[in-house]
């Protein structure tokens, strides 16, 4: 009944840019928050950026990526874009949108946390 689509996952190059784009779908409420997370080969999932869509868009960064990658979103589309700028091979990684919403089932309950499928991104040097 909810689905995160991402797309703009790709090969990039050290230094270049890449923008990952993820929309939410779907028998949607409300959305409280919407994040990027990825995981590396042999890594566990990590948080790189997370925005709230409320409380005046309070974003959050990882420190790897911090002054480099930008979280934005669009409350209109339900979309959610990272910005990735100054490109490092440590950041390949498949990429996963997360959305904290709640759905016309659940209102009034805590929203609960949604996942895209990921989208690779693969930083070569």
């Known amino acids: 009944q909810v689905q995160l689509v991402e797309s703009g996952g790709d090969l990039g190059q050290s230094g270049g840019s890449l923008r990952l784009s993820c929309a939410a779908s779907?028998?949607?409420?409300?959305?409280?928050?919407m994040g990027w997370y990825r995981q590396a080969p042999g890594k566990q999932r990590e948080l790189v950026a997370a925005?709230?869509?409320?409380?005046?868009?309070?974003?959050k960064y990882a420190d790897s990526v911090k002054g480099r990658f930008t979280i934005s979103r669009d409350n209109a589309k339900n979309t959610v874009y990272l910005q990735m700028n100054s490109l490092k091979p440590e950041d390949t990684a498949v990429y996963y949108c997360?959305?904290?919403?709640?759905?016309?089932?659940?209102?009034?309950?805590?929203?609960?946390?949604?996942w895209g499928q990921g989208t690779r991104v693969t930083v070569s040097s």
């Open positions: 997360n959305a904290g919403l709640i759905t016309y089932q659940n209102m009034g309950a805590m929203p609960g946390r949604y």
């Open positions: 925005i709230s869509t409320v409380s005046n868009g309070r974003e």
């Open positions: 779907g028998n949607i409420f409300s959305i409280n928050t």
